[in-house]
């Protein structure tokens, strides 16, 4: 198989961790696994080695290409950015021709990116099978958020894309509604599959309200026992909608004993540190190292997922399986009847997008409610081994790809 994507390890958070899990997963179950990606760039938004250049890795060969790495990502610097790497990668991409592999496995972001591997299945003759898995709806995504304007520009995208999604074998995404999408996009209700993210259930388990106070991360950051951790940790972008957690915080200075951390990278970081600047007990943090992930996620007492209402079905954050591994409960921000929605109702509460008021009472009632905060963990724990399972996850995929 033949991974073709812009993000890959060692970038931890995000689609680069998906897709590297992947990879080497089913490098491990002894199949031939080659992957052309970019140098890592996420969340930080920085390219590291930014050239082209081999590797091999946990059983993979590993082809990175350059790209243009904006550094204020816009809508039209975000397509620019998008754009140079599915075009610095093509020669890379077309040399595998000779490899001809079975499958053409592509990860949208980045959309460009399909019309080459499109070009490599028909190169190849028929004999290598073509598949996109969408991660990210980008150019919905967008529009909706108002990154791209215009009638014209965006009938013109939506052309391309029903015309390049109907040209693949099989079309994959990582929720029920946005399998739904993809169907309404043209795609073949046959040829349209769900496949999750997953999160590895063993490196992240809950803690239990007993280790508690034993934290490491408490005695790090100076966190006493009483006190209640709000927490944040992602990319900080405008999906995110966090710039609402100003109002929220300002609702809550009632409240003793808070601690809220905000940790992660990305565009709109220093934007909103700077809009709570002289919020009391609020702290930046960067991204935590990957092996004290399951101390980190259980560092929260409660989670914080906001995000905007035009975002809704568009993507599933990657972060919630990680929360709901961790037994804690979250906030999130989303409509009644998204899959984000539905999943919040069950693993913590559910509040309308933009609704800073509500966002704020959500927390308030968690945090007053320690058998409420348990039964939510509890059932988030249940929700994330019923359906999220890495193995569970990555054996769907391999049966997929003998179909």
């Given at each position: 198989?033949?991974?073709?994507?812009?993000?890959?390890?060692?970038?931890?958070?995000?689609?680069?961790?998906?897709?590297?899990?992947?990879?080497?997963?089913?490098?491990?179950?002894?199949?031939?696994?080659?992957?052309?990606?970019?140098?890592?760039?996420?969340?930080?938004?920085?390219?590291?080695?930014?050239?082209?250049?081999?590797?091999?890795?946990?059983?993979?060969?590993?082809?990175?290409?350059?790209?243009?790495?904006?550094?204020?990502?816009?809508?039209?610097?975000?397509?620019?950015?998008?754009?140079?790497?599915?075009?610095?990668?093509?020669?890379v991409l077309l040399a595998h021709r000779r490899w001809r592999p079975d499958v053409v496995l592509t990860v949208a972001p980045a959309f460009f990116c399909a019309p080459g591997a499109l070009l490599l299945g028909w190169?190849?003759?028929?004999?290598?099978?073509?598949?996109?898995?969408?991660?990210?709806?980008?150019?919905?995504?967008?529009?909706?958020?108002?990154?791209?304007?215009?009638?014209?520009?965006?009938?013109?995208?939506?052309?391309?894309?029903?015309?390049?999604?109907?040209?693949?074998?099989?079309?994959?995404?990582?929720?029920?509604?946005?399998?739904?999408?993809?169907?309404?996009?043209?795609?073949?209700?046959?040829?349209?599959?769900?496949?999750?993210?997953?999160?590895?259930?063993?490196?992240?388990?809950?803690?239990?309200?007993?280790?508690?106070?034993?934290?490491?991360?408490?005695?790090?950051?100076?966190?006493?026992?009483?006190?209640?951790?709000?927490?944040?940790?992602?990319?900080?972008?405008?999906?995110?909608?966090?710039?609402?957690?100003?109002?929220?915080?300002?609702?809550?200075?009632?409240?003793?004993?808070?601690?809220?951390?905000?940790?992660?990278?990305?565009?709109?970081?220093?934007?909103?540190?700077?809009?709570?600047?002289?919020?009391?007990?609020?702290?930046?943090?960067?991204?935590?190292p990957l092996e004290r992930l399951n101390d980190w996620l259980n560092l929260a007492d409660v989670h914080l997922l906001p995000q905007r209402a035009a975002a809704a079905d568009l993507v599933l954050p990657s972060k919630?399986?990680?929360?709901?591994?961790?037994?804690?409960?979250?906030?999130?921000?989303?409509?009644?009847?998204?899959?984000?929605?539905?999943?919040?109702?069950?693993?913590?509460?559910?509040?309308?997008?933009?609704?800073?008021?509500?966002?704020?009472?959500?927390?308030?009632?968690?945090?007053?409610?320690?058998?409420?905060?348990?039964?939510?963990?509890?059932?988030?724990?249940?929700?994330?081994?019923?359906?999220?399972?890495?193995?569970?996850?990555?054996?769907?995929?391999?049966?997929?790809?003998?179909?």
């Amino acid at each position: 198989m033949l991974l073709y994507g812009l993000n890959y390890a060692p970038e931890t958070v995000g689609i680069g961790k998906f897709s590297g899990d992947m990879a080497t997963w089913l490098a491990a179950r002894g199949h031939q696994v080659r992957v052309i990606t970019a140098p890592p760039y996420f969340p930080q938004w920085r390219a590291q080695g930014n050239r082209y250049r081999r590797a091999h890795s946990e059983g993979v060969r590993v082809w990175r290409c350059p790209l243009w790495v904006p550094i204020q990502p816009t809508g039209p610097t975000r397509l620019l950015h998008l754009a140079s790497f599915a075009v610095s990668s093509l020669p890379v991409l077309l040399a595998h021709r000779r490899w001809r592999p079975d499958v053409v496995l592509t990860v949208a972001p980045a959309f460009f990116c399909a019309p080459g591997a499109l070009l490599l299945g028909w190169l190849c003759g028929g004999r290598t099978r073509t598949w996109l898995h969408i991660q990210d709806f980008e150019l919905d995504a967008a529009f909706e958020l108002g990154m791209l304007k215009g009638t014209l520009l965006r009938r013109l995208a939506e052309a391309w894309e029903r015309g390049t999604l109907a040209g693949f074998d099989r079309v994959s995404t990582i929720s029920g509604a946005m399998r739904r999408r993809v169907v309404a996009k043209g795609v073949a209700d046959h040829r349209a599959v769900l496949l999750p993210n997953w999160v590895d259930l063993e490196a992240i388990q809950p803690q239990g309200e007993e280790r508690r106070a034993a934290n490491p991360y408490r005695r790090e950051l100076g966190i006493g026992a009483e006190a209640m951790v709000l927490l944040y940790s992602g990319s900080m972008n405008r999906k995110q909608g966090l710039d609402i957690l100003v109002e929220v915080i300002q609702q809550l200075a009632d409240l003793p004993h808070m601690v809220w951390l905000l940790a992660g990278e990305g565009p709109n970081k220093a934007e909103l540190a700077a809009a709570m600047a002289g919020l009391p007990q609020v702290r930046f943090l960067g991204l935590q190292p990957l092996e004290r992930l399951n101390d980190w996620l259980n560092l929260a007492d409660v989670h914080l997922l906001p995000q905007r209402a035009a975002a809704a079905d568009l993507v599933l954050p990657s972060k919630l399986l990680g929360i709901l591994a961790s037994g804690r409960p979250v906030v999130a921000s989303s409509g009644a009847g998204t899959e984000l929605g539905q999943m919040a109702e069950q693993a913590g509460l559910r509040v309308e997008p933009g609704d800073g008021a509500g966002f704020a009472a959500a927390i308030r009632r968690l945090v007053g409610d320690q058998p409420l905060r348990q039964q939510r963990g509890r059932a988030a724990r249940q929700l994330v081994e019923q359906r999220f399972g890495q193995e569970a996850v990555l054996q769907q995929l391999e049966r997929e790809l003998h179909r």
